[in-house]
T-cell receptor
Framework: DTEVTQTPKHLVMGMTNKKSLKCEQHMGHRAMYWYKQKAKKPPELMFVYSYEKLSINESVPSRFSPECPNSSLLNLHLHALQPEDSALYLC?????????????FGPGTRLLVL | GEDVEQSLFLSVREGDSSVINCTYTDSSSTYLYWYKQEPGAGLQLLTYIFSNMDMKQDQRLTVLLNKKDKHLSLRIADTQTGDSAIYFCAVRGYQKVTFGTGTKLQVIP
């Protein structure tokens, strides 16, 4: 099983809303990632969790708040977003964070901020 | 930081071979990947190559790596309409993977 699942598939929210994106994997992977992808652009790394601890934060605004409740789950809490935050949010996981650790991606959540 | 470049667009006829190219800057890169992304979907890992290899073949896919020139290519034999997608190369450096700009492959029936 090499599946990473993400919910919801689509999300529309206003700038004053609070919402959460969820990601789950049952491959026993210990590293999980959030990426943001704008249309026709490559994915941009936002956060990396390794062994449930935040190891990389790519200077993401505080209106994005990641959480890793356990080794299988990764959340991204959203609050007071801006229209320019509209994008495809991709979750990925890998066995670890070291060399040669292939990342497997979920299908993404398409977010629209009005 | 790492720069990973790809040409934006490639158009081929069904049944022909496609070659998608990628150049990168970090010579210490260890693993290099090819991902496929269909419209509205996530990234699907197609194949990868370790930096001490020159070539890897996996069914219709052939990856060539020229480490001296920092050039990676993906050849798709007998290209099908289902191969139409955006293809990203990705390069692993220290702790991070950097994605290329993506090549949109259009397959003409």
């Amino acid at each position: 099983d090499t599946e990473v699942t993400q919910t919801p598939k689509h999300l529309v929210m206003g700038m004053t809303n609070k919402k959460s994106l969820k990601c789950e994997q049952h491959m026993g992977h210990r590293a999980m990632y959030w990426y943001k992808q704008k249309a026709k652009k490559p994915p941009e790394l936002m956060f990396v969790y390794s062994y449930e601890k935040l190891s990389i934060n790519e200077s993401v605004p505080s209106r994005f708040s990641p959480e890793c409740p356990n080794s299988s789950l990764l959340n991204l809490h959203l609050h007071a977003l801006q229209p320019e935050d509209s994008a495809l949010y991709l979750c990925a996981s890998s066995q670890g964070q070291g060399d040669g650790e292939t990342q497997y991606f979920g299908p993404g959540t398409r977010l629209l901020v009005l | 930081g790492e720069d990973v470049e790809q040409s934006l667009f490639l158009s081929v006829r069904e049944g022909d071979s496609s070659v998608i190219n990628c150049t990168y800057t970090d010579s210490s890169s260890t693993y290099l990947y090819w991902y496929k992304q269909e419209p509205g979907a996530g990234l699907q890992l197609l194949t990868y190559i370790f930096s001490n290899m020159d070539m890897k073949q996996d069914q219709r896919l052939t990856v060539l790596l020229n480490k001296k020139d920092k050039h990676l290519s993906l050849r798709i034999a007998d290209t099908q309409t289902g191969d139409s997608a955006i293809y990203f190369c990705a390069v692993r450096g220290y702790q991070k993977v950097t994605f290329g700009t993506g090549t949109k492959l259009q397959v003409i029936p």
